[in-house]
C-alpha cells in the first residue's frame, strides 16, 4: 500500500486529470481550426537556439538549410506561432503552481541520490530528449498530440515507444527514489 502524499494547508491537489485532458483537446482543436497546424514545443525551440547560434556564427545559420530560412530578409526568429505558445506554457504553468501554493525552490530527488547527481542526470536526460525530439521531426506533443490527432501511423509508433521507453525506465530510475 502506498501511502497517501500530504499537502501543507496552503497546497490543494492537482488539476483533475481527465478534464485537463479534455481542455488540453479543445486547445489541440483550436490550433488547428486557428493556426492550420498542431501543438509543438521543439519548433520553438529549435527557432530559440539557432536565434542564439546566430549571435555567434551568423553566416553559419544563416546557409543552413533547415534553421537558415528563419533569417532570411523581412522576417524574424519569433515570427513562428510556438514561441509565443512556449511563453505562454511557462506563464500558464507559473499561474497553476502559484494558485495551487505548490512553487517553491528546491531539487527533487530520492534518499539515495544527490543533488548534484540528480541535476546531472536531468541534464543527460534533457539532452537526449532533445536530440531524439530533432530525431523524430517533433516532441511528444507535436508527435504524440497533434499527429496522433491527425492519425498519423508514425506518430502512434512514436507514442508507444514513449510509453514502453518511459516505462522500462521508470523500472531502474525508480530504486533511486525509494
Do not use: K
Not at 51 to 64: C, M, Q, R, S, T
Not at 135 to 145: D, N, R, V
Not at 165 to 178: C, S
Amino acid at each position: 500500500m502506498q501511502p497517501q502524499a500530504s499537502h501543507s494547508p496552503r497546497e490543494s491537489h492537482y488539476w483533475n486529470p481527465y478534464l485537463a485532458g479534455v481542455a488540453l483537446g479543445f486547445v489541440l482543436l483550436a490550433t488547428y481550426v486557428v493556426f492550420g497546424r498542431g501543438l509543438g514545443a521543439s519548433g520553438a525551440l529549435t527557432r530559440f537556439a539557432a536565434w542564439l547560434v546566430h549571435g555567434v556564427a551568423p553566416d553559419f545559420i544563416e546557409h543552413n538549410g533547415h534553421v537558415g530560412s528563419y533569417f532570411a530578409p523581412g522576417t524574424a526568429w519569433w515570427d513562428d506561432w510556438l514561441i509565443f505558445e512556449m511563453v505562454g506554457v511557462a506563464l500558464g504553468g507559473l499561474f497553476s503552481g502559484l494558485t495551487a501554493g505548490r512553487v517553491r525552490l528546491g531539487i527533487d530527488r530520492g534518499p539515495r541520490i544527490s543533488d548534484r547527481a540528480r541535476l546531472g542526470f536531468a541534464l543527460i536526460g534533457g539532452v537526449i530528449v532533445g536530440f531524439a525530439a530533432r530525431l523524430a521531426l517533433g516532441c511528444t506533443s507535436g508527435q504524440a498530440l497533434s499527429g496522433g490527432a491527425t492519425l498519423a501511423l508514425g506518430s502512434w509508433v512514436f507514442t508507444a515507444t514513449v510509453f514502453v521507453g518511459a516505462y522500462l525506465t521508470a523500472i531502474v530510475a525508480r530504486r533511486l527514489w525509494t
